[in-house]
């Protein structure tokens, strides 16, 4: 049984001006990868650093998240390669969402995950057996 971060989770781990999804992103990613679950793919990483050094309000300096990268590519992680881009095209027209979040689902479909922790998909809704959970829905009806 695997769990399969989006990089919009994984993000607020950087995030000062989020501090409780900070603190939530971080207990789960810490539980996860203490059972040994945690899963990320190849997109994750590279839409994590992009984000996380660009799009932040504090941007990260390169250096540390390149830290982070190095530390989060230690979980596992699936390879997004031409393979997968072909399953993602499937999924985005069966499920009619965007290629990029197509392609999460697929990666995370692939890794074996049972639950799939991202902002983009509906909270709740279940893929092929791969459940999506928003961790963050409990903060947002506050």
Known sequence: MRAFFDA????YLF????PDKRALARSLLRQEADAGRATVST???Q???????QKLAVPVGHAQA?????????????QIDAGLVLVGIDLTRRLQISLWDA??????????????YTEN?????RIDGLTVANPFAALQTR
């Open 103 to 116: 392609l999460i689902v697929g990666a995370a479909l692939q890794s074996g995950a049972t639950v799939l």
């Open 66 to 78: 390149e830290r982070a990268v190095r530390s989060l590519a230690e979980l596992s992680v699936v």
């Open 43 to 45: 997109q994750v990483l």
């Open 15 to 18: 995030d000062g001006d989020a």
């Open 8 to 11: 919009n989770v994984l993000v």
């Open 47 to 53: 839409e994590f650093f992009v984000t996380v050094t």
């Open 121 to 125: 998909l509906q909270h709740g809704q």
